[in-house]
T-cell receptor
C-alpha cells in the first residue's frame, strides 16, 4: 500500500516569510514527485515537479527531494496572502506495463499566510 | 491550448439513478486518470486509461463503477445506481505517454446524490 504523509496543519506563516511544507512517502520505487495547490472548491493546480535528488526552483517556489530519506519538501519564499491554500504532495511510480502509474496523494497541508 | 475539459461541472442525481461524467484530455495527451475527492479527504486514485484500454483500475470500487476511453470521444466515468456515499468531487487528469511527465487536472464534476 503506497502512502504519502503530510502534516495537515494549518500552517500559519507571516506575509513575506518562507513557508516550508514537508512530505514523506512509503514506496521506494516512486519515480516522480509533484506539488499541487488546491484552493477551496477548486481543482488541483500543478506548481512544481521534481524527479531527481536535490533542488528544483521556479520563481518563489523550490522543491527538494531526498530519495534516501523518502522525503519531499516545498519552500515558498516571500509568502503572499494569495498563497493561502491546501498544498498536496503527490508521487507516482513506473507502471509495470510502462508509463507512469496513477498519483498517490497526501491529504494536504492547509497553509495560511497572515497579512 | 485548451486544458482538460470535464462536464458537467455539477451533477445532481437521485439515489438509484446513473451518473455519467465526461473528460476530454489536453491536446497531445493520451493518458487519462480519474480521481475522487470526498469531503474533508484527500484525492484517491480510481482508474488509469489509455485509448481503448483500461491500464489500472485498482482504485475503482468493485461494483457500480466503470470507466472507458473510446477511440473517439471523451473518457467516461459511469456510476450506476448511485448512493449518497457517492457524493464527491470527481477529477480527471491527463498526461503525455511518457515517464516523468506531469498530469494536469480538469475542473472536476461535483456529484450530489439526493
Amino acid at each position: 500500500q503506497k502512502e504519502v504523509e503530510q502534516n495537515s496543519g494549518p500552517l500559519s506563516v507571516p506575509e513575506g516569510a518562507i513557508a516550508s511544507l514537508n512530505c514523506t512517502y512509503s514506496d521506494r520505487g516512486s519515480q516522480s514527485f509533484f506539488w499541487y495547490r488546491q484552493y477551496s472548491g477548486k481543482s488541483p493546480e500543478l506548481i512544481m515537479s521534481i524527479y531527481s535528488n536535490g533542488d528544483q526552483e521556479d520563481g518563489r517556489f523550490t522543491a527538494q527531494l531526498n530519495k534516501a530519506s523518502q522525503y519531499v519538501s516545498l519552500l515558498i519564499r516571500d509568502s503572499q496572502p494569495s498563497d493561502s491554500a491546501t498544498y498536496l504532495c503527490a508521487v507516482s511510480g513506473l507502471y509495470s506495463g510502462g508509463g507512469a502509474d496513477g498519483l498517490t496523494f497526501g491529504k494536504g497541508t492547509h497553509l495560511i499566510i497572515q497579512p | 491550448n485548451a486544458g482538460v475539459m470535464q462536464n458537467p461541472r455539477h451533477l445532481v442525481r437521485r439515489r438509484g439513478q446513473e451518473a455519467r461524467l465526461r473528460c476530454s484530455p489536453m491536446k497531445g495527451h493520451s493518458h487519462v486518470y480519474w480521481y475522487r475527492q470526498l469531503p474533508e479527504e484527500g484525492l484517491k486514485f480510481m482508474v488509469y486509461l489509455q485509448k481503448e484500454n483500461i491500464i489500472d483500475e485498482s482504485g475503482m470500487p468493485k461494483e457500480r463503477f466503470s470507466a472507458e476511453f473510446p477511440k473517439e470521444g471523451p473518457s467516461i466515468l459511469r456510476i450506476q445506481q448511485v448512493v449518497r456515499g457517492d457524493s464527491a468531487a470527481y477529477f480527471c487528469a491527463s498526461s503525455r505517454p511518457t515517464l516523468n511527465t506531469e498530469a494536469f487536472f480538469g475542473q472536476g464534476t461535483r456529484l450530489t446524490v439526493v
